[in-house]
């Protein structure tokens, strides 16, 4: 591509359409608008601009100062269904990856010993020890998202930021894993006003799936979102290596205490001091 052929949004233009190439969709950009509209019509961030609601071929919400669209964004979503049993909800927790770093944060909560009969209790951040969810990644689904490093910085640093405040009680209507994470992942676009789960998978894969990017139909609500656990929906960057295990290898490495250097020194009469630094 050409340095004539990049515009305005970074993106490549058509030289025969004069259209701007976004991916899943195209953009005329001597008209401000989609050429075809938006597959998700309703989140919770689209209650507070209702012309975005209604007019789904606008770009970045005819605020192109504020808002861009992205060319899909490294924050991984790993969720584990419900099940069977009237207290199994599933579960939600998040990781962000700096590339520039390799800085990796994770962002897990749930109740800290047990809920109430209303889903109500203390709740906990997993404060360092990934190890037990490393050995339980096959039981999850997940969906990755590239962004920036300056992104997903942004998203470490919410993380740090939760986990070292006081700690919220649980609330399964409330405040739980899928609201903690959609309020940290908020400026990404990633907040659908949900509260399980299943509802927050649901319209993370219409949204943001490699699936919706091949096959557009699979983003309408009636389509069910497919919860094959082991699998990334989303477009992790090929490292040569599973991307999830990845994740896990570098937050449990960055979290290793770092080994102490013992330095030792003779004296004239040859008596040898060591001290460990």
Request: proline share 5%; with cysteine.
């Amino acid at each position: 591509m050409s340095q004539n052929e990049a515009r305005l949004t970074g993106k490549e233009r058509d030289s025969e359409s004069g259209l701007d190439h976004f991916g899943a969709r195209y953009m005329g950009s001597s008209l401000g608008r989609w050429m075809s509209p938006d597959p998700i019509n309703l989140t919770s961030a689209r209650l507070l601009n209702p012309g975005n609601t209604l007019n789904k071929y606008v770009y970045g919400a005819n605020n192109p100062l504020k808002y861009i669209d992205r060319d899909g964004e490294d924050i991984t979503v790993f969720y584990r269904p419900s099940g069977a049993g009237a207290t199994n909800f599933g579960h939600i927790f998040i990781a962000a990856f700096n590339q520039n770093t390799n800085r990796v944060g994770f962002l897990d909560y749930y109740p800290k010993s047990g809920t109430d009969s209303l889903g109500r209790g203390p709740g906990t951040f997993n404060n360092g020890n990934m190890q037990d969810r490393a050995g339980q990644a096959d039981q999850f689904a997940t969906l990755t998202i590239r962004t920036t490093p300056e992104q997903a910085q942004k998203v470490l640093d919410l993380i740090d930021k939760l986990k070292s405040g006081s700690t919220q009680d649980y609330a399964a209507l409330s405040h739980n894993c899928t609201t903690v994470c959609e309020d940290v992942l908020h400026d990404l676009g990633l907040d659908f006003g949900d509260i399980t789960p299943d509802q927050y998978w649901g319209d993370l894969y219409r949204r943001y799936s490699q699936d919706v990017q091949d096959n557009p139909f699979k983003a309408f609500p009636f389509v069910q979102a497919p919860r094959q656990t082991g699998r990334d929906y989303g477009n992790p960057r090929n490292y040569g290596v599973n991307f999830t295990w990845l994740l896990f290898q570098l937050y449990l490495n960055q979290n290793k205490p770092q080994p102490k250097a013992t330095v030792c020194t003779d004296d004239h009469l040859g008596n040898r001091t060591c001290t460990t630094q």
